[in-house]
């Protein structure tokens, strides 16, 4: 009760709103559900249609036409346009996104946060004042110690993992009755097994620190400005493609580079400083992370779950640490995955150090190092072009008609 009434305290005028929507939206879901007993609502993060929700749905509409399924997804996003010729859509957020919400057999989502309001829903789900069925696609592959994702923190009807390892952890850590925890893989990897790479193109694409900022909430623009730039993130990232050094790899092997952050760092782009030619900062309306994953030869990343996607097509990897320490600390805690022994690439702390090895790995036609192809061979469980498909028939089969 008291952690309840912690929640509580989180909740924003906006949400209570959302409230009224849910009272609003439950008599009618009682009178859809008459008609849709078999829907399947299924989304990203509301912005998007690109992560493993848009997959699985594009191959449901494609597979299996007659399933009952709706994508939900903004009405301003550049995505929305591609959902609506595979299928139904409805606006995310908004009050029928909630009729759908409620009348769904099962909610589908990549995200934690996927449904018409998170903490509404939370509140709802979390403390049992609603039983509605929920399956977690996942955003990536979990290495390390996640809390949110405990089971007593979602109560997921069913979670979704892509290699032995990774279900192994969270099948015996995270809380989940028996057989809640899925190997299935991710949907979005079907699509990773055909690429064309732009020769001698560099991927630069660290994640976000949660210590820095509150994803897209932002209420003093300059300020929040300041305080991103005084940050060793922002100085040792900007220092990266900055760097007079990448310039003369770049000039010297003829490389191209793609710098491009995490989502909640996309805010701050105009932060970053560079005058060299042969660099692109991308921003994610203009840029898709997938096809800058496919189309790169080699990445430079620090713990980004998109290394797993890159290290899947079995592509050479950087990593650069230079903040481990806090980062295990103050964001996600460590977990089954040690870097230096599972890593798919070498582990730098000194951007001279990193340098180095970027110039070796471009004189090398950025070949990929046996050793770290043997990683991928014991790592990747699922190899093939069937997890949309083992995720389709796992979702039939705990949901049947």
């Known amino acids: 009760m008291q952690r309840f009434r912690e929640k509580l305290k989180g909740v924003k005028p906006r949400d209570y709103f959302h409230i009224l929507l849910f009272l609003l939206a439950l008599p009618i879901a009682l009178v859809y559900k008459l008609f849709r007993r078999d829907l399947w609502l299924i989304c990203d993060n509301g912005a998007e249609a690109s992560d493993n929700g848009y997959w699985l749905y594009e191959y449901i509409r494609r597979e299996h036409p007659g399933q009952d399924c709706v994508f939900a997804v903004n009405r301003d996003s550049r995505d929305r346009e591609k959902v609506e010729r595979l299928g ?14 409620l009348t769904a057999k099962v909610n589908i989502s990549s995200q934690k946060g996927g449904k018409p309001n998170f903490a509404v829903c939370y509140l709802l789900e979390v403390y049992s004042i609603m039983h509605n069925k929920r399956v977690f696609l996942q955003h990536g592959v979990i290495l390390t110690d996640i809390e949110f994702l405990y089971y007593e923190n979602t109560k997921m009807d069913m979670f979704v993992t892509s290699t032995y390892r990774e279900w192994d952890y969270v099948n015996s850590h995270y809380g989940y009755p028996e057989g809640v925890v899925k190997l299935l893989g991710l949907p979005r990897w079907d699509r990773l097994h055909d690429f064309n790479i732009v020769p001698n193109q560099i991927l ?50 003829g490389c191209t580079v793609m710098f491009c952050p995490h989502r909640d760092t996309q805010r701050f782009l105009d932060c ?46 950087a990593y650069f640490h230079f903040d481990y320490k806090d980062y295990t600390e103050r964001h996600y805690h460590k977990g089954y995955f040690e870097y230096e022994r599972d890593g798919f690439g070498a582990v730098f702390e000194k951007p001279e150090e990193l340098f180095d090895h970027v110039e070796q790995a471009a004189a090398n036609g950025f070949k990929n190092e046996q050793k770290y192809l043997d990683r991928h061979r014991k790592f990747f469980t699922l190899y093939d072009t069937d997890n949309c498909k083992r995720n389709y028939e796992a979702i039939r089969e705990r949901y049947p008609q």
């Not at 800058?292 to 079995?314: E, P, R």
């Open 88 to 101: 139904k859509t409805v606006a995310y957020g908004t009050f029928m996104h909630w009729i759908l919400y």
């Open 204 to 253: 630069i694409m660290p994640t976000w620190r949660g210590w820095l900022g509150e994803g897209d909430l932002v209420k003093d623009r300059e300020k929040d400005r300041q305080n991103f730039m005084s940050s060793d993130y922002y100085k040792n990232w900007n220092a990266v493609i900055s760097s007079k050094r990448l310039t003369e790899i770049c000039r010297k092997y």
């Open 272 to 317: 970053f400083e560079t005058d060299n030619e042969y660099l692109t900062v991308c921003d994610y309306d203009h840029y898709n992370v997938q096809e800058l994953l496919k189309s790169s030869a080699f990445m430079i990343t620090d713990f980004s779950s998109v290394q797993i996607d890159f290290a899947y097509m079995k592509k050479p990897i």
